[in-house]
Structures are given as structure tokens and as C-alpha cells.
């Protein structure tokens, strides 16, 4: 069974950064397109960015470009995002999961998510 662990959240002043990291167990990660999502309170869940199994391409959403970057250690089977200029917008939980990319967009593989990581953007 996938299992994926996230951390790396916390409370951040606008401007700041933070660095999440998912850690990925149960799955043959090194062939695995990953994404991360958000949810905010009272919103269902988005797409903020994914990267494919060998690195060689990145995707991200329209509010994200140019201040989260995504990453992959397939080595350590983890996942990771650096989030530069946060906002208070950007306040979520944070997931990621395995994907497929069809029908025009990365669809989360596993019905199973993480417990995610809390980012708050406050000052």
C-alpha cells in the first residue's frame, strides 16, 4: 500500500519561504509522475505543481509560476517544494500524490492521501 508522508509546513510572514518535502513508500516511486495539491479552508482541492518520474519536466498552476519550484530525489523517494514569495493566498494544506497526466491534466492516481501539511501565510 502507497503511503504518503508530508512535512515541512508552518507559519510564514508574506514574502517568506518554506521547503516541503513527501516522503513515499509502497510504490515504484522512480517511475511515478508526482504532483503536490492545496486545499483551503472551504475550497476543494488544486493542482499547484508536478514533476515528471525523471525529472525532465515540470508543471505548475498559473499562481504559482515563478515562486514554487518542484523537485525529486528518487533516490530518497521523496518529493519536494520550495516555496519562495509566499502570500497569504497560499494558505492551504498541502498533499501530494502520484499522477497521470490525461484529458488536458494531472489527475491524482490514488484515492488515498497523506495527512498533509498545514502552511499558513500571516503576518
Known amino acids: 500500500q502507497v503511503q504518503l508522508v508530508e512535512s515541512g509546513g508552518g507559519l510564514v510572514q508574506p514574502g517568506g519561504s518554506l521547503r516541503l518535502s513527501c516522503v513515499v513508500s509502497?510504490?515504484?516511486?522512480?517511475?511515478?509522475?508526482m504532483s503536490w495539491y492545496r486545499q483551503a479552508p472551504g475550497k476543494e482541492r488544486e493542482f499547484v505543481a508536478a514533476?515528471?518520474?525523471?525529472?525532465?519536466?515540470?508543471d505548475y498552476a498559473d499562481s504559482v509560476k515563478g515562486r514554487f519550484t518542484i523537485s525529486r530525489d528518487n533516490a530518497k523517494m521523496t518529493v519536494s517544494l520550495q516555496m519562495n514569495s509566499l502570500k497569504p493566498e497560499d494558505t492551504a494544506v498541502y498533499y501530494c500524490?502520484?499522477?497521470?497526466?490525461?484529458?488536458?491534466?494531472?489527475?491524482?492516481?490514488?484515492?488515498?492521501w497523506g495527512q498533509g501539511t498545514q502552511v499558513t501565510v500571516s503576518s
Open positions: 500524490n502520484q499522477v497521470s497526466f490525461f484529458n488536458g491534466a494531472w489527475n491524482a492516481i490514488n484515492d488515498y
Open positions: 509502497g510504490s515504484f516511486f522512480s517511475i511515478d509522475d
Open positions: 514533476i515528471t518520474w525523471n525529472s525532465g519536466s515540470t
